[in-house]
């Protein structure tokens, strides 16, 4: 069945970095464009960053932009987001997803993770 796993979240003081990671089985990964998405308490989820199923592009929100990187190893089928500069505003659950796309015979993606905890904090 399908599955997204983050992990890689925690504590960490404003500066710092951590490195999150989401492994997906279940669906055709290589050919599946990945999100990362976080929500804070008491506000809507939001789209952090973005990546083309081979890779070969990337989109960020202008909050993180120059502090974030998502990449992708299609051959180990997981999604990372590599945070620099963390700030407390960053504070939230990341959330993995897999973008819906028609393979010419039935639907993919729209998969979400369970999500992870980042809190930033002194």
């Known amino acids: 069945q399908v599955q997204l796993v983050e992990s890689g979240g925690g504590l960490v003081q404003p500066g710092g970095s951590l490195r999150l990671s989401c492994a997906a089985s279940?669906?055709?990964?290589?050919?599946?464009?990945m999100n990362w998405y976080r929500q804070a308490p008491g506000k809507e989820r939001e789209l952090v960053a973005a990546?083309?199923?081979?890779?070969?592009?990337?989109n960020y929100a202008d909050t993180v932009k120059g502090r974030f990187t998502i990449s992708r190893d299609n051959a180990k089928n997981t999604v990372y987001l590599q945070m620099n500069s963390l700030k407390p505003e960053d504070t939230a659950v990341y959330y993995c997803?897999?973008?819906?796309?028609?393979?010419?015979?039935?639907?993919?993606?729209?998969?979400w993770g369970q999500g992870t905890q980042v809190t930033v904090s002194s």
């Open positions: 997803n897999a973008e819906r796309w028609w393979s010419g015979v039935r639907w993919y993606g729209g998969y």
């Open positions: 279940g669906f055709p990964f290589s050919r599946t464009a």
């Open positions: 990546i083309t199923s081979a890779g070969g592009s990337t």
